[in-house]
């Protein structure tokens, strides 16, 4: 497959940024689902590791990715989809504790993909897995109104915890 790249720094809230590289297939095939990758500090050769950034469906298959080798230094899932929504028996984890990786999940409370408290349970069982909770988050991270938080310090929030992930590979 073919990938369009290109180099990016992506500022961060409060000071700073990240290098990376976007990569996309040039072709989009039907029945084929893209995978968005960055990499952190990608600028010198690639010689810092290589991240996988996900969101959902491309998180469960970026996981599958990396259990069957891909070359990355980490995974982190931006509401990982645990479950079909209203089936949180019907779990799609048994891979996780393969990934041969440091994963961060981001995840929120009200996720309808992802029983907060199962996701706990799967993650118990996953050497290198850390989380961060959107107390209150829907699955893009919405919260309800009532809570008066603003959307911009949700993903302020996010992209700290992220950074501070990062900055542990």
């Given at each position: 497959?073919?990938?369009?790249?290109?180099?990016?720094?992506?500022k961060l809230?409060g000071?700073?940024?990240v290098?990376?590289?976007?990569?996309?297939?040039?072709?989009?095939?039907?029945g084929r689902?893209?995978?968005v990758?960055?990499a952190?500090?990608?600028g010198?050769?690639?010689?810092?590791?290589?991240?996988?950034?996900?969101k959902?469906?491309?998180g469960r298959?970026?996981s599958y990715l990396?259990?069957?080798?891909?070359p990355?230094g980490?995974?982190?899932?931006l509401?990982y989809p645990l479950?079909?929504?209203?089936k949180p028996?019907?779990?799609?984890?048994d891979?996780?504790?393969?990934?041969?990786?440091?994963?961060l999940?981001?995840?929120g409370t009200?996720?309808?993909?992802c029983d907060?408290?199962?996701?706990?349970?799967?993650?118990?069982?996953?050497?290198?897995a850390?989380?961060?909770?959107?107390?209150g988050g829907?699955?893009?991270?919405?919260?309800?109104r009532?809570?008066?938080k603003?959307?911009?310090a949700?993903?302020a929030?996010i992209v700290?915890?992220v950074?501070?992930?990062?900055?542990?590979?």
């Amino acid at each position: 497959m073919k990938l369009a790249t290109r180099r990016r720094r992506v500022k961060l809230p409060g000071g700073g940024a990240v290098s990376a590289v976007v990569a996309l297939p040039q072709r989009f095939r039907p029945g084929r689902t893209p995978a968005v990758l960055l990499a952190h500090g990608a600028g010198a050769g690639m010689s810092s590791p290589f991240v996988s950034f996900v969101k959902s469906l491309g998180g469960r298959i970026a996981s599958y990715l990396a259990v069957a080798g891909a070359p990355v230094g980490g995974v982190f899932f931006l509401g990982y989809p645990l479950h079909p929504a209203g089936k949180p028996d019907q779990l799609r984890a048994d891979h996780l504790p393969s990934l041969p990786v440091p994963m961060l999940f981001v995840q929120g409370t009200r996720d309808a993909l992802c029983d907060f408290e199962r996701l706990r349970e799967v993650l118990r069982g996953v050497p290198g897995a850390a989380l961060h909770v959107v107390e209150g988050g829907d699955h893009s991270f919405r919260l309800p109104r009532r809570n008066g938080k603003p959307e911009q310090a949700v993903w302020a929030d996010i992209v700290g915890a992220v950074v501070r992930w990062l900055a542990g590979l």
